[in-house]
């Protein structure tokens, strides 16, 4: 190789590696790009830019992410390029390629997280006991997010064991959103235990506590009370629930609503359309593009005769009329009274959108192009988990306004 080229190899990973450290990203793929121009035969700078296309550009850097995984692969398949394969025709919704290259990725000494990711995929597929065969593997991470829900456990069930005459405690996992998805199993558990404990987050205690589908013959406990003072012979973790259950798509149960409100309340005495609006996930989690600024919301003020209510415990700055409920919530109690008296809920994928859908109350369900792996139907009448919730997606990432301005209000239209 002539020097000079060389030289301009060598000059062009050093200016790379330093927009990398300095935070330009952008600036960092074009200096790899330009070292591929010269050298197209680095598998290792092919995969690396196609991670940085992830970072710098988003959604908006999939195609090209695929392009230089693509490439990458092919001068020398690696775990890193089979796995960045999957993921990005995951997110792009193509399913077939994506299953393509996780097979690749699970026959070839797959690591704990690489069956992890392979069950979220299947899950993700509609895939319901497959994949949380292989979401089990969770544990096995080394990610906080990830934690066994009780610490020093000597008790934790192989979900195998014959258990009929035994005690068997299940603790929440994650967030709430989760719990009110999954509860809906536990009760199931009953024909495997001869007594079954629940254990949940302290603010949906007495909503859970006092739903009969959910309680009657289990006992429910909030996570207040000191598990050394439960007696019990097992434990497992509640997202375990369907794999145990081997629940499919077509098993789900209750998904006419299985929550009932303690108590109601009229909001209001007029009876204009009253509309319960939730646009953003938890500020704890790490998946956040399902957020909707609260402002594309103000076109229903425009369009029609109603009150508006904000459901979440969060600061908002309309420029328009709606009243902010949130900030009165005690519990999750207090939020399924509002939600009840609702005539329409609008909510991105929250924890409002699992309650609602719970409860039986119609819901719009607004998902962004890249949804969570749990919404495997976001197209059709009903989500699949909840018949009362109608998903509406976006057809490109962020993109709301056809979603919002054109479909949500068709919908509102017609009831």
Not at 122 to 147: A, C, P, Q, V, W
Not at 295 to 307: G, Q
Not at 329 to 346: E, V
Request: proline fraction near 2%; glycine fraction near 6%.
């Amino acid at each position: 190789m002539d020097k000079e080229i060389e030289k301009n190899l060598v000059l062009y990973l050093d200016m790379a590696e330093k927009s990398k450290q300095s935070g330009d990203l952008k600036s960092a793929i074009d200096y790899y790009e330009k070292f591929l121009s010269i050298d197209s035969t680095k598998s290792v700078v092919y995969n690396i830019t196609a991670d940085l296309y992830g970072k710098a550009y988003g959604y908006d850097g999939l195609e090209k992410q695929i392009q230089y995984y693509q490439k990458a692969y092919e001068l020398k398949p690696s775990r890193l390029s089979v796995l960045g394969l999957a993921f990005c025709y995951e997110k792009l919704g193509n399913f077939e390629q994506a299953g393509k290259y996780y097979e690749i990725l699970i026959n070839n000494n797959p690591t704990e997280t690489d069956l992890y990711n392979y069950g979220l995929f299947l899950i993700h597929s509609g895939k319901m006991y497959e994949g949380h065969k292989y979401i089990t593997h969770r544990f096995n991470i080394d990610d906080i997010n990830l934690k066994y829900p009780i610490k020093n456990t000597n008790k934790r069930w192989d979900l195998k064991t014959d258990i009929k005459d035994k005690t068997l405690l299940v603790h929440y996992e994650q967030g709430f959103g989760d719990t009110i998805m999954y509860c809906r199993f536990v009760p199931f558990l009953k024909d495997f235990a001869k007594k079954v404990i629940f254990v949940v987050q302290d603010e949906l205690f007495e909503l859970l506590n006092n739903s009969s589908k959910i309680s009657q013959g289990i006992e429910i406990v909030s996570d207040k009370i000191n598990i050394e003072n439960i007696d019990y012979d097992y434990d497992m973790a509640l997202l375990d629930v369907p794999y145990v259950l081997k629940i499919e798509i077509t098993d789900i149960p209750y998904t006419e609503g299985y929550l009932d409100v303690p108590f109601e309340k009229d909001l209001t005495p007029n009876k204009k359309l009253k509309i319960g609006i939730a646009n953003t996930g938890s500020k704890d989690a790490n998946y956040n593009i399902r957020n909707i600024k609260i402002n594309e919301f103000k076109v229903l003020k425009e369009k029609f005769d109603c009150d508006l209510y904000y459901l979440q415990k969060a600061e908002i700055n309309p420029d328009f009329e709606i009243t902010n409920l949130g900030k009165t919530f005690n519990n999750f109690s207090d939020t399924a009274s509002a939600i009840k008296n609702m005539d329409l809920i609008i909510s991105t994928d929250n924890v409002i959108l699992n309650l609602s859908g719970a409860l039986g109350v119609k819901t719009i369900g607004l998902f962004n192009k890249d949804t969570n792996y749990r919404w495997f139907k976001t197209k059709g009448n009903d989500v699949c988990w909840y018949n009362s919730t109608t998903p509406l997606q976006a057809e490109t990432q962020d993109d709301w306004d056809f979603v919002i301005k054109e479909q949500m209000i068709s919908i509102i239209n017609s009831l």
